[in-house]
């Protein structure tokens, strides 16, 4: 089992920076993969970004130049550093984990469903 919880979220104005973190307790063999998700209110929950253990990384369109995900694994902590931040960023931001092959999957996804670690999520909110 694997434990995520996610802290740094906040409300911002249009522009702004936030820094999200997640830390990663229990089984850390099963977060070989990270990622960071979001729900808007009304929306399903997309996959932001997404990285190995090793530090390879993969983006959804949306973060693309904008969010940083990276990884410290000594202390088992994961972060997305998001910038030029805009209203349409607003959203509760998840942490998710899963093992090098998981169901059948060794490669990078940004879908939930190959995720069966989540934290509890941050909620950010910008303002125009």
């Known amino acids: 089992q694997v434990q995520l919880v996610e802290s740094g979220g906040g409300s911002v104005q249009s522009g702004g920076s936030l820094r999200l973190s997640c830390a990663a307790s229990?089984?850390?063999?099963?977060?070989?993969?990270m990622g960071w998700f979001r729900q808007a209110p009304g929306k399903e929950r997309e996959g932001v970004a997404a990285?190995?253990?090793?530090?390879?990384?993969a983006y959804a369109d949306s973060g693309k130049g904008r969010f940083t995900i990276s990884r410290d694994n000594a202390k088992n902590t994961l972060y997305l550093e998001m910038k030029s931040l805009k209203p349409e960023d607003t959203a509760m931001y998840y942490c998710?984990?899963?093992?090098?092959?998981?169901?059948?999957?060794?490669?990078?996804?940004?879908?939930?469903?190959?995720?069966?670690?989540w934290g509890q999520g941050t909620q950010v909110t910008v303002s125009s």
């Open positions: 990285i190995n253990r090793p530090g390879n990384t």
């Open positions: 998710a984990a899963r093992p090098r092959v998981y169901r059948g999957l060794s490669e990078f996804s940004l879908r939930e469903n190959n995720y069966p670690y």
């Open positions: 229990g089984d850390t063999f099963s977060t070989h993969y």
